[in-house]
């Protein structure tokens, strides 16, 4: 069984959604796109709520979202209980997105960030497995 994904971004994301839909279906994974499909003018928040809510029914295993400096979709995700959204920039802090705070969602700054470094992050991100431990303690004291 392949892993779920919800997959979604802004305009300033939308080429390199493409180019990850394509690297994770070659690797044998799941992918549900819900926008922006082109490069019109779209609402970040528009996508990273229609992504939160796919992880938060279980329709997905993870999302991942861009925009630009990856920040508003970020917030806009993170507005949804349940969701840990992580803005990452390269494979150790998406590692310890996972590792330290069972992030659900990976957000990446497509402005900001390569294409193979894009890579890098799913790559570490979805093999990464949270720690549990010492970390429970502080992921229960989010949501609030």
């Excluded at 839909?21 to 070659?26: D, N, S, V």
């Excluded at 796109?33 to 990273?48: H, N, Q």
């Excluded at 630009?68 to 802090?93: P, T």
């Amino acid at each position: 069984m392949s892993i779920k994904i919800a997959i979604g971004s802004d305009h300033a994301g939308f080429e390199l959604k493409e180019q990850l839909i394509t690297y994770l279906k070659e690797h044998n994974t799941n992918v549900i796109d819900k926008g922006c499909f082109s490069l019109d003018r779209a609402d970040y928040p528009d996508y990273g709520h229609a992504v939160a809510n796919a992880v938060i029914t279980n329709e997905v295993d993870f999302g991942i979202l861009m925009c630009g400096s990856g920040n508003g979709i970020n917030m806009s995700a993170n507005k949804h209980k349940g969701i840990r959204a992580a803005l990452c920039w390269n494979a150790e802090i998406a590692s310890l997105a996972r590792q330290h705070n069972d992030a659900n969602i990976l957000v990446l700054p497509a402005r900001y960030i390569s294409v193979e470094e894009a890579y890098k992050c799913i790559d570490a991100f979805l093999t990464s497995k949270f720690e549990g431990g010492r970390h429970q303690a502080r992921l229960e004291k989010i949501d609030i």
